[in-house]
């Protein structure tokens, strides 16, 4: 059997993740005099899609947007994170963001490291810039740091699981494993509150270089996690059947597509979108993040998109580089050096990177609440709001002031070990790692990416292909249940990430058969039509007698 710590950790708050998100709901929920445990899969001076830096920040400053939200919204709505949002979350967001932007500037994180706010980037000719541009390469460190200083625990290498409930529904405490060791032990915690933050679904599809499976522009150790435990917590999941793709230089994937000074154009010369004709630092080129697909529809034309730099001047080209390194992209930059490429000569071919789910999951409300009484989630996972490194800074700090407040009016802890949710995993733990043979979480992980490929993919999506899908990953799932094997701790890591996948695709498939028409990338060839009538309305699933429901509910 796999050991298990005898003794509980007790605390107010537990933070699920590292991240942004999690660090900054960690010092929220600290300032608010709570007890603060943050469980972290890796380390979080280097964790999370954040982990090596960002350079744009969404966010509202009055003095430089004027006094009226309004355009702002507006190009909340129809910037690349846009299209999702409830807009109570938009507008709260909003109001909230100056607020961190300061905090941020105070602790370290060079937010104006030119002097002034600086927006540029991801933007429209003619209209509102909400990116802020920052250097954000410090970020992880100085969160730590911040959260350190509070007296928050930080507990690395201990991924969460499963989130106890009590009778009622409520919260009363966690399952976690430590892999700190080759011999991995498992971590019971008794909480008033868990907050989850555990990022987006790297690995759910196949990365577009075949055998590289780490080879992916957001942070790969975030598998979805934390929406299969809040469903099967209870909570409600939205906007799940809706992908996302990112895109950047083709076969070398990394975010950071805005920072480019440059147009995306074809190989004569023409560019692909109508923004902009010129490279300008103030604009990007906005085309990638108004025409997701542009990549995959001139390729299918017989052509390629590539980002054109030439003919910028020497001052744009240091910004760009200074950019790209804020942003966490110095392996690109150190290999276009080792390959002799000169931006100012050479075009960059680009693509569409693989779909994730990044502001599809898990439900919250204002306060960052799911509908389970003590779980909030914020960042990357959560389905009904997305501002990415943004939105992780200020829901996160919404959701560790509201546990914080919340832990507060509860004046003891339950005993989540006696759960028999703590048994039940002990069990399936203790099987992966004494089977002598059987397939690795390579092969199951895999295995679900193929069948999310070809079953839930970005250009055909139809009810049967749903179905098959669906009884290829119930398969799947009953197959790794009962043959999985773990020889280690890391193994037992990469195992529980596999069933997460699982989890999370099927839940996929479901909402997506539900959604009966074509809107965005869900392409239902059955049903090849946007149907007005569900303008505004977000599918959830939730867990009803251990089986998903999906329902519609109107965006708020």
């Given at each position: 059997?796999?050991?298990?710590?005898?003794?509980?950790?007790?605390?107010?708050?537990?933070?699920?993740?590292?991240?942004?998100?999690?660090?900054?709901?960690?010092?929220?929920?600290?300032?608010?005099?709570?007890?603060?445990?943050?469980?972290?899969?890796?380390?979080?001076?280097?964790?999370?899609?954040?982990?090596?830096?960002?350079?744009?920040?969404?966010?509202?400053?009055?003095?430089?947007?004027?006094?009226?939200?309004?355009?702002?919204?507006?190009?909340?709505?129809?910037?690349?994170?846009?299209?999702?949002?409830?807009?109570?979350?938009?507008?709260?967001?909003?109001?909230?963001?100056?607020?961190?932007?300061?905090?941020?500037d105070r602790w370290g994180i060079p937010m104006?490291?030119?002097?002034?706010?600086?927006?540029?980037?991801?933007?429209?000719?003619?209209?509102?810039?909400?990116?802020?541009?920052?250097?954000?390469?410090?970020?992880?460190?100085?969160?730590?740091?911040?959260?350190?200083?509070?007296?928050?625990?930080?507990?690395?290498?201990?991924?969460?699981?499963?989130?106890?409930?009590?009778?009622?529904?409520?919260?009363?405490?966690?399952?976690?494993?430590?892999?700190?060791?080759?011999?991995?032990?498992?971590?019971?915690?008794?909480?008033?509150?868990?907050?989850?933050?555990?990022?987006?679904?790297?690995?759910?599809?196949?990365?577009?270089?075949?055998?590289?499976?780490?080879?992916?522009?957001?942070?790969?150790?975030?598998?979805?996690?934390?929406?299969?435990?809040?469903?099967?917590?209870?909570?409600?999941?939205?906007?799940?059947?809706?992908?996302?793709?990112?895109?950047?230089?083709?076969?070398?994937?990394?975010?950071?597509?805005?920072?480019?000074?440059?147009?995306?154009?074809?190989?004569d010369g023409k560019p692909a979108g109508p923004?902009?004709?010129?490279?300008?630092?103030?604009?990007?080129?906005?085309?990638?993040?108004?025409?997701?697909?542009?990549?995959?529809?001139?390729?299918?034309?017989?052509?390629?998109?590539?980002?054109?730099?030439?003919?910028?001047?020497?001052?744009?080209?240091?910004?760009?580089?200074?950019?790209?390194?804020?942003?966490?992209?110095?392996?690109?930059?150190?290999?276009?050096?080792?390959?002799?490429?000169?931006?100012?000569?050479?075009?960059?071919?680009?693509?569409?990177?693989?779909?994730?789910?990044?502001?599809?999951?898990?439900?919250?409300?204002?306060?960052?609440?799911?509908?389970?009484?003590?779980?909030?989630?914020?960042?990357?996972?959560?389905?009904?709001?997305?501002?990415?490194?943004?939105?992780?800074?200020?829901?996160?700090?919404?959701?560790?002031?509201?546990?914080?407040?919340?832990?507060?009016?509860?004046?003891?802890?339950?005993?989540?070990?006696?759960?028999?949710?703590?048994?039940?995993?002990?069990?399936?733990?203790?099987?992966?790692?004494?089977?002598?043979?059987?397939?690795?979480?390579?092969?199951?992980?895999?295995?679900?990416?193929?069948?999310?490929?070809?079953?839930?993919?970005?250009?055909?999506?139809?009810?049967?292909?749903?179905?098959?899908?669906?009884?290829?990953?119930?398969?799947?799932?009953?197959?790794?249940?009962?043959?999985?094997?773990?020889?280690?701790?890391?193994?037992?890591?990469?195992?529980?990430?596999?069933?997460?996948?699982?989890?999370?695709?099927?839940?996929?498939?479901?909402?997506?058969?539900?959604?009966?028409?074509?809107?965005?990338?869900?392409?239902?060839?059955?049903?090849?039509?946007?149907?007005?009538?569900?303008?505004?309305?977000?599918?959830?699933?939730?867990?009803?007698?251990?089986?998903?429901?999906?329902?519609?509910?109107?965006?708020?």
């Amino acid at each position: 059997m796999i050991a298990i710590d005898k003794k509980s950790i007790e605390c107010d708050v537990l933070v699920v993740g590292g991240g942004i998100g999690g660090l900054m709901a960690a010092i929220a929920a600290a300032d608010g005099g709570a007890k603060v445990v943050v469980a972290e899969k890796a380390n979080t001076k280097r964790s999370g899609s954040g982990a090596t830096g960002n350079d744009h920040f969404q966010c509202y400053i009055p003095e430089i947007h004027g006094n009226d939200i309004a355009p702002i919204m507006k190009e909340m709505n129809e910037c690349l994170t846009g299209g999702w949002l409830d807009q109570d979350m938009t507008h709260l967001f909003l109001m909230e963001s100056f607020d961190r932007v300061k905090d941020w500037d105070r602790w370290g994180i060079p937010m104006r490291p030119h002097g002034t706010w600086e927006f540029n980037g991801h933007a429209k000719p003619g209209r509102p810039r909400i990116f802020l541009k920052y250097g954000g390469a410090p970020q992880k460190e100085v969160l730590t740091r911040e959260a350190l200083k509070r007296g928050v625990t930080i507990m690395n290498k201990v991924p969460i699981s499963d989130v106890i409930t009590n009778k009622e529904g409520v919260v009363i405490g966690a399952i976690g494993v430590s892999i700190a060791e080759d011999e991995p032990e498992m971590k019971i915690f008794r909480t008033k509150n868990v907050i989850l933050t555990t990022g987006n679904t790297s690995r759910l599809y196949s990365p577009r270089t075949a055998g590289w499976m780490f080879n992916t522009a957001n942070c790969p150790a975030c598998t979805g996690g934390g929406r299969a435990a809040a469903y099967r917590a209870g909570a409600k999941l939205v906007n799940i059947e809706m992908p996302n793709t990112h895109a950047g230089p083709k076969y070398f994937a990394r975010c950071g597509k805005a920072t480019w000074i440059g147009v995306l154009r074809d190989l004569d010369g023409k560019p692909a979108g109508p923004f902009v004709t010129q490279p300008t630092k103030e604009l990007g080129d906005v085309t990638a993040d108004i025409w997701h697909g542009v990549f995959t529809y001139k390729n299918k034309a017989g052509q390629s998109v590539y980002m054109d730099c030439s003919g910028i001047a020497e001052e744009d080209l240091n910004y760009m580089r200074w950019g790209l390194t804020q942003e966490g992209d110095t392996s690109l930059l150190e290999a276009m050096e080792n390959q002799g490429i000169d931006l100012r000569k050479h075009m960059v071919e680009f693509q569409q990177y693989e779909p994730i789910l990044i502001g599809r999951g898990v439900q919250i409300n204002q306060k960052a609440e799911t509908d389970v009484p003590g779980l909030y989630a914020a960042g990357d996972e959560v389905g009904n709001f997305r501002a990415d490194i943004a939105g992780a800074c200020i829901f996160g700090h919404i959701a560790g002031r509201n546990a914080a407040a919340r832990a507060a009016t509860i004046s003891s802890f339950e005993n989540a070990e006696d759960s028999p949710q703590v048994e039940k995993k002990r069990e399936l733990y203790s099987q992966l790692l004494d089977r002598k043979s059987g397939p690795s979480w390579k092969e199951a992980t895999v295995a679900v990416q193929n069948v999310m490929n070809d079953y839930a993919g970005i250009e055909v999506r139809s009810e049967a292909l749903f179905k098959t899908g669906l009884e290829y990953l119930g398969r799947l799932q009953e197959s790794a249940l009962g043959g999985l094997t773990a020889s280690n701790s890391h193994e037992l890591m990469r195992c529980q990430e596999a069933l997460d996948l699982i989890e999370v695709g099927q839940l996929i498939m479901h909402a997506g058969d539900f959604r009966k028409e074509t809107r965005g990338k869900h392409i239902r060839v059955d049903h090849p039509y946007t149907n007005p009538l569900l303008d505004n309305k977000f599918v959830t699933v939730r867990q009803v007698n251990s089986n998903p429901l999906a329902e519609w509910r109107d965006r708020t």
